[in-house]
Nanobody, 121 residues
Framework: VQLQASGGGLVQAGGSLRLSCVAS????????VGWFRQAPGKERDFVAR????????VYADSVRGRFTISRDKSNNTVYLQMNSLKPDDTAVYYC???????????????WGQGTLVTVSS
């Protein structure tokens, strides 16, 4: 199983970025895919998750209304559209997959490599 995250970069406050997570190696029909982020010196925090069917989405309070998670089953990709970015959103962003509906990072079995998002003020 592989998850490949991409799309990070440098953006000014108020700007937007879209992260992508491509899943391969197995069927993900029973999985939730989540995005987490980890700022320097901090724990890895939950950002959002989506069921592979796309029916259910969950967001952290800090990003609700600014970020949107979605998936495209045709190319096994989960997206995180990030709008109205703030300097506090600066972190390495990871995608991960789990069969459990959870906000806990240790509930996720599969992880992609991180992609760095830097928001300048």
């Amino acid at each position: 199983v592989q998850l490949q995250a991409s799309g990070g970069g440098l953006v000014q406050a108020g700007g937007s970025l879209r992260l992508s997570c491509v899943a391969s190696g197995r069927s993900f029909s029973d999985y939730r895919v989540g995005w987490f982020r980890q700022a320097p010196g901090k724990e890895r925090d939950f950002v959002a998750r989506i069921t592979w069917t796309g029916i259910m989405t969950v967001y952290a309070d800090s990003v609700r209304g600014r970020f949107t998670i979605s998936r495209d089953k045709s190319n096994n990709t989960v997206y995180l559209q990030m709008n109205s970015l703030k300097p506090d959103d600066t972190a390495v962003y990871y995608c991960a997959a789990s069969t459990i509906a959870s906000r806990r990072a240790d509930s996720y079995s599969y992880w992609g490599q991180g992609t760095l998002v830097t928001v300048s003020s």
